[in-house]
């Protein structure tokens, strides 16, 4: 057998191997691991002298592993195992030994052993650690003795702790009291013994291989956590790891430095093990940290070679993550209730000592470093933030510390000397940079919460300060540090404007607000504008907009800042002008009404940039990842250039223009785009893919004009007015243009997407002149070739328009009522082929729903039973029927339902008088709008409300379905107020005699449906289905 699975491994895990003969290898093998006795086999291959090829012994042995691991071994086979594998280990790792296996092979074993620790040392094994440790040697030679049988101890060790105390690692509920035990046997029988072989190899580090030593301080990490501090934290240990610490090496990578970041980050675990405040104080003054940090900062790595390639980023890193674990401790003592004077006293003075070792890490110029401390400085300013919220106030020390910590975060705020803005290759370094701003950002708000004071003074006075340089010609001042300034300008905002805006009744806000003014003063009075760099380009034109108010109440000011807006949309930097298009749209929208601008002027400064070109876009630009600032595509910069046509429409209409020049400027806007739209429909037509897209462009442009000249919206409160009719006359001819591209090119998803968005932006300014056109935009947008979505959307938009002009639609809405909805029928009824479109179907059914409900809602209903829409009626109300049935879509039943109940309150003519008891002594007979409906509201929709709930997947305990219920008791009880009596006994005899509820249950039903309160009867109707169906 031996040889067969020898044979068999060999064969299968040769390169060589005929396929077919290999794929009968690994079935073999297959077998063999799932055969209860198939790992003997395998074990004896493994342990086997002379040995076997190394694939044939690992793959043997990982046969064993599993069989361990899985629980397939009884404890007859747990010792065979433990006997074989000790003997070959004393053998192969002995000190007479001639070589060692392959480090692979050593992985696989270390774990197999593991594996049997965690099932033997609890009860029979009882000596494993003595065992290896007697590989490793004594404390007179270990480490050189034998340094694989070291090795192998240490190993073993570390992967006994990670299998049995690695917190990161999910447990079940077994394993984790597995797991307790054991490593309450090891501190009752061995820890002492495996922390004095710590220390017996520390004692030795001078003398032996330094990867050991590296592997016994990376098992000294591990246990901290878990065993006696005592064992570890003693005079002898102490020293070595001071040290090992401390050691004066050149470079990190060398075998002395990884010794040196292994020394320290066990320093680090011995700081984080959980502990009561008092001892935990001790043990950081016990451990002298703060003199070791001193020690490790000054050493050369981190202080003569700072600011040059030799710097050690290693090292730097590594006592960062100790400082930031210190400081995380103290602040911790700090914050505990309940410590006594004499702990916090201690804790105070280690803060006072440590925090320059942060403030050091934390200026750092790499941002790897200073993201190390990042989370001890945000716990120190928390501290601070919490003292001063419940009155306490911060201590005079603490006082001091937060000018170099407000100044620290800033300096860290600016770009680094060799930041290259904007390059393509420096786009993942900018972008790490702007979140680690982000970080700063929220550090600097929480120094504003403790100090509001000293943080706007620092701002104020470092912008302050920049601008004048700068405007003294100071060459020192570079692009970075004007940007600095800027950015923390951009940012102050937030504190000026909490209590609403910058102004209140014309005066600033508050002493932010003041200081955030003065610095806009500064700004446009100064000649940043034309500073040469993109960056502060940019900054100035974001600035501007953030702080529109300043303009507002500047007005003066807005022509000189409008000709440096006007300068940067021509800018030669990509990047810069086409972000300029869109700030430049958000300036001219907010200050719209200040401007007095000649437009003419403006619109022939504008010419060039209103050019449409469509480029189709490389197969490639599917696969760009740039962000969204940074993405120069074409689809990118004609989508900022639209902010251009909806801004010189803003211009073009301000008020300060007469009517008879905005609807020159109109004309003049629209004549080039019109015709540059027919000049591209034939070859569009004709399938030419760059006139489609240029067809489409066109028409987004028509339309984002559209909405630039007019914020006007039908049945909306708006600032603007409705429009003029001269206005409305110029975009007709747009809109005209649109529709017969449309019609030549509905089949075009590009075009029909276009019209779609100017037909919602040309709702304003075209007023009720779109409604003649209404028949057309759905013929064009609602083709035989309009996704789910796309009908949604657009159905979407004519809630709007019924909405808008409900007094004036109402012949046009019967005339295209029908063959609307046929089309949403088709689109309803086409099988969905994926989760995607299911998510469509869902969203035309919803909006289908609200189209009739809006129609309903506008006095509008009669439309529905016009004899137009006669023939479209009975398939609308199937299709509300079927929705309310559906259990597999709670949320369209329900809102089914919600259309059934607005249409019987509408039909169903006046509310009759409901008599609580039922008795009446003139019973009121229904008066339905139409003839007949009151028995169709009973006979058809009353029913209904049982289909639902009849049906096998409804579920009552579903909150959606309760939702659905309520809506369908809801539907009853208004039928109840439209039918009265009649209903009453139409329930009585036919539909819950025909549920099978009779006598009492079904006069108790009748009588919670009188309610005249219809919460109260969803309340008694929902219980009721639930008391029905079982609970």
């Known amino acids: 057998m031996d040889a067969q699975v020898e044979s068999a491994i060999e064969i299968a895990f040769n390169p060589s191997?005929?396929?077919?003969?290999?794929?009968?290898a690994y079935t073999f093998l297959e077998q063999l691991r799932s055969d209860p006795s198939g790992w003997q086999v395998c074990l004896s291959l493994f342990v086997r002298s002379p040995p076997a090829s190394e694939v044939v012994r690992h793959v043997s042995l990982e046969v064993v592993n599993n069989a361990v691991q899985t629980h397939k071994l009884d404890q007859q086979g747990l010792h065979l195992s433990k006997e074989n594998l000790l003997g070959y280990v004393q053998r192969q790792y002995g000190p007479s030994s001639s070589g060692v296996d392959a480090t692979a092979l050593q992985n696989k074993l270390t774990q197999t052993l593991t594996y049997l620790f965690t099932s033997l040392y609890g009860s029979t094994w009882t000596g494993f650690f003595d065992d290896f440790k007697a590989l490793a040697g004594d404390a007179s030679n270990i480490g050189s003795a034998n340094p694989p049988g070291a090795v192998l101890y240490l190993r073993l060790l570390r992967s006994i702790h990670d299998e049995i105390a690695d917190v990161?690692?999910?447990?079940?509920?077994?394993?984790?009291?597995?797991?307790?035990?054991?490593?309450?046997?090891?501190?009752?029988?061995?820890?002492?013994?495996?922390a004095?072989?710590?220390?017996?190899?520390?004692?030795?580090?001078?003398?032996?291989?330094?990867?050991?030593?590296?592997?016994?301080?990376?098992?000294?990490?591990?246990?901290?956590?878990?065993?006696?501090?005592?064992?570890?934290?003693?005079?002898?240990?102490?020293?070595?790891?001071?040290?090992?610490a401390g050691q004066q090496v050149g470079s990190s990578e060398s075998g002395q430095g990884r010794v040196r970041l292994a020394a320290i980050d066990t320093m680090n675990e011995i700081v984080a093990k959980k502990m009561p405040p008092n001892d935990k104080i001790e043990l950081i003054r016990f451990l002298n940290l703060a003199d070791v940090l001193g020690?490790?900062?000054?050493?050369?790595?981190?202080?003569?070679?700072?600011s040059t390639s030799n710097y050690d980023t290693d090292l730097g890193e590594t006592v960062a993550r100790l400082t930031n674990s210190v400081l995380f401790d103290i602040i911790k003592v700090l914050e505990t209730n309940g410590i006594d004077e004499s702990t916090g006293a201690k804790a105070d003075e280690l803060l006072q000592l440590t925090v320059p070792y942060l403030l050091r890490f934390?200026?750092?110029?790499?941002?790897?470093?200073?993201?190390?401390?990042?989370?001890?400085?945000?716990?120190?300013?928390?501290?601070?933030?919490?003292?001063?919220?419940?009155?306490?106030?911060?201590?005079?020390?603490?006082?001091?510390m937060l000018q170099p910590i407000l100044d620290t975060i800033i300096i860290k705020m600016k770009f680094d000397e060799t930041a290259d803005w904007g390059a393509e290759d420096d786009q993942t370094d900018e972008a790490e940079?702007?979140?680690?701003?982000?970080?700063?950002?929220?550090?600097?708000?929480?120094?504003?919460?403790?100090?509001?004071?000293?943080?706007?003074?620092?701002?104020?006075?470092?912008?302050?300060?920049?601008?004048?340089?700068?405007?003294?010609?100071?060459?020192?001042i570079t692009w970075r540090e004007l940007d600095l300034a800027l950015h923390e300008m951009f940012l102050f905002g937030e504190l000026a404007v909490k209590s609403g805006g910058l102004y209140q009744k014309g005066v600033p806000a508050n002493e932010a607000a003041r200081h955030l003014l003065d610095m806009m003063t500064k700004l446009v009075e100064s000649d940043l504008a034309?500073?040469?760099?993109?960056?502060?380009?940019?900054?100035?034109?974001?600035?501007?907009?953030?702080?529109?108010?300043?303009?507002?109440?500047?007005?003066?000011?807005?022509?000189?800042?409008?000709?440096?807006?006007?300068?940067?949309?021509?800018?030669?930097?990509?990047?810069?002008?086409?972000?300029?298009?869109?700030?430049?749209?958000?300036?001219?929208?907010?200050?719209?009404?200040?401007?007095?601008?000649?437009?003419?002027?403006?619109?022939?400064?504008?010419?060039?940039l209103l050019q449409i070109r469509a480029e189709v876009p490389d197969e490639s630009a599917d696969d760009d990842d740039s962000s969204e600032v940074n993405d120069q595509s074409a689809d990118a910069v004609f989508n900022a250039q639209l902010y251009l046509f909806e801004a010189i429409g803003c211009i073009a209409s301000t008020p300060s223009i007469s009517l008879s020049d905005q609807t020159f400027?109109?004309?003049?806007?629209?004549?080039?785009?019109?015709?540059?739209?027919?000049?591209?429909?034939?070859?569009?037509?004709?399938?030419?893919?760059?006139?489609?897209?240029?067809?489409?462009?066109?028409?987004?442009?028509?339309?984002?004009?559209?909405?630039?000249?007019?914020?006007?919206?039908?049945?909306?409160?708006?600032?603007?007015?409705?429009?003029?009719?001269?206005?409305?006359?110029?975009?007709?001819?747009?809109?005209?243009?649109?529709?017969?591209?449309?019609?030549?090119?509905k089949s075009s998803m590009h075009v029909r997407t276009a019209a779609r968005s100017a037909f919602s932006r040309m709702l304003g300014v075209l007023g009720s002149r779109i409604l003649q056109q209404l028949p057309r935009w759905i013929e064009g947008l609602l083709s035989q070739t309009s996704t789910k979505d796309e009908m949604a959307t657009f159905l979407r938009l004519l809630d709007q328009v019924v909405f808008g002009f409900k007094t004036e639609i109402s012949s046009i809405l019967d005339s295209l009522l029908t063959p609307l909805l046929q089309r949403v029928f088709s689109g309803l009824s086409e099988p969905t082929t994926g989760t995607d479109d299911e998510i469509q179907l869902a969203e035309l059914k919803s909006q289908y729903l609200n189209f009739i409900l809006v129609i309903l809602n506008n006095d509008l209903a009669s439309v529905i039973v016009s004899p137009t829409n006669q023939g479209t009626f009975e398939p609308l109300l199937q299709t509300l029927e079927h929705f309310c049935r559906d259990a597999s879509d709670y949320a369209t039943s329900r809102l089914s339902f919600g259309v059934l109940s607005r249409m019987t309150a509408v039909w169903g003519g006046p509310d009759l008088q409901i008599q609580a008891n039922g008795n009446s002594s003139a019973p009121q007979e229904p008066s339905p709008v139409l003839p007949g409906f009151d028995n169709f509201a009973m006979t058809r929709f009353s029913p209904l409300t049982w289909a639902l709930i009849s049906s096998p997947s409804f579920n009552h305990k579903d909150a959606q379905a309760r939702s659905a219920l309520q809506e369908a008791a809801a539907l009853q009880w208004t039928i109840l107020r439209k039918c009265g009596m009649r209903y009453e006994a139409y329930l009585r005899e036919q539909e819950l005699s025909g549920m099978g509820f009779q006598g009492n249950m079904v006069e108790e039903y009748i009588g919670h449906l009188r309610d005249p309160e219809q919460r109260g009867w969803k309340k008694f109707f929902t219980g009721f289905v639930a008391q029905a169906r079982g609970g």
Not at 295 to 306: C, D, I, K, M, T
Not at 373 to 396: C, E, H, N, Q, Y
Not at 451 to 476: C, K, Q, Y
Not at 672 to 680: A, C, G, K, V, W
């Open 362 to 400: 934390f200026s750092d110029e790499y941002d790897e470093i200073c993201s190390t401390v990042i989370p001890s400085m945000t716990d120190l300013l928390t501290m601070f933030r919490r003292k001063v919220k419940v009155g306490a106030g911060v201590g005079a020390g603490e006082v001091q």
């Open 295 to 306: 020690q490790l900062v000054a050493s050369p790595g981190l202080s003569e070679y700072r």
């Open 17 to 24: 191997t005929d396929p077919n003969l290999k794929s009968q």
């Open 665 to 745: 400027y109109a004309r003049s806007l629209l004549e080039p785009l019109i015709s540059d739209l027919n000049n591209h429909v034939p070859n569009a037509a004709n399938g030419d893919e760059r006139s489609v897209l240029q067809v489409h462009h066109v028409i987004m442009a028509i339309g984002t004009l559209a909405k630039g000249f007019c914020d006007w919206m039908p049945a909306v409160s708006s600032a603007g007015p409705p429009p003029a009719n001269e206005l409305s006359a110029e975009f007709h001819s747009g809109s005209e243009a649109i529709l017969t591209a449309l019609e030549a090119l």
């Open 530 to 608: 034309a500073h040469p760099h993109p960056a502060i380009q940019l900054q100035y034109l974001e600035i501007c907009v953030r702080y529109c108010s300043f303009f507002e109440n500047n007005t003066f000011i807005i022509p000189r800042a409008f000709e440096n807006f006007v300068r940067f949309i021509h800018s030669d930097h990509a990047k810069v002008r086409t972000r300029s298009w869109y700030l430049f749209y958000k300036f001219v929208k907010q200050l719209r009404i200040h401007l007095g601008t000649d437009a003419r002027t403006v619109m022939q400064s504008f010419g060039d």
């Open 168 to 194: 990161l690692i999910p447990r079940s509920q077994d394993e984790h009291k597995r797991n307790t035990e054991l490593k309450d046997f090891i501190r009752q029988r061995d820890a002492s013994k495996i």
């Open 196 to 244: 004095t072989s710590w220390q017996e190899v520390l004692s030795r580090w001078r003398e032996i291989d330094l990867d050991i030593v590296e592997l016994c301080l990376k098992c000294v990490s591990r246990y901290v956590s878990w065993i006696d501090i005592s064992l570890v934290v003693n005079p002898d240990m102490l020293r070595y790891l001071w040290d090992l």
């Open 433 to 476: 940079f702007q979140e680690l701003r982000k970080r700063l950002h929220v550090l600097q708000q929480t120094v504003a919460a403790v100090d509001e004071g000293l943080f706007m003074n620092t701002i104020s006075r470092l912008v302050a300060n920049t601008f004048n340089g700068v405007g003294a010609g100071d060459n020192r």
